[in-house]
């Protein structure tokens, strides 16, 4: 069982920046694929980033790079750090978990608000 908990969100200006933390306990995540997603009001939950126990990371194509996903597995912190924000970026940000070996990501943080003002 991982238990996932983010910070980091806030109010930031476009343009700006800001870097998410998720903290994961209850198990090592060194064999888990570690993710972040995102739900705008009104809209569903879309895939942001991902970083597999591997160390691979893929991203959404629609962050034009601006976006990094980053992993310490000494300290079982996952890292998500968002440059050049824009004001479609305001959503709450959900870190996600999964063994390597399924398909669906099983575990999930309560999620930490990201909002940028134009």
């Known amino acids: 069982q991982v238990h996932l908990v983010e910070s980091g969100g806030g109010l930031v200006e476009a343009g700006g920046s800001l870097k998410l933390s998720c903290a994961a306990s209850g198990a090592s995540i060194r064999n888990h694929d570690m993710a972040w997603f995102r739900q705008a009001p009104g809209k569903e939950r879309e895939f942001v980033a991902r970083?597999?126990?591997?160390?691979?990371?893929t991203y959404a194509d629609s962050l034009e790079g601006r976006f990094a996903i980053a992993i310490h597995n000494a300290d079982n912190m996952v890292y998500l750090q968002m440059n050049n924000l824009k004001s479609e970026d305001t959503a709450v940000y959900y870190c996600?978990?999964?063994?390597?070996?399924?398909?669906?990501?099983?575990?999930w943080g309560q999620g930490t608000q990201v909002t940028v003002s134009s």
């Open positions: 996600a978990a999964k063994h390597y070996s399924l398909v669906t990501y099983t575990y």
């Open positions: 970083i597999s126990w591997e160390g691979g990371t």
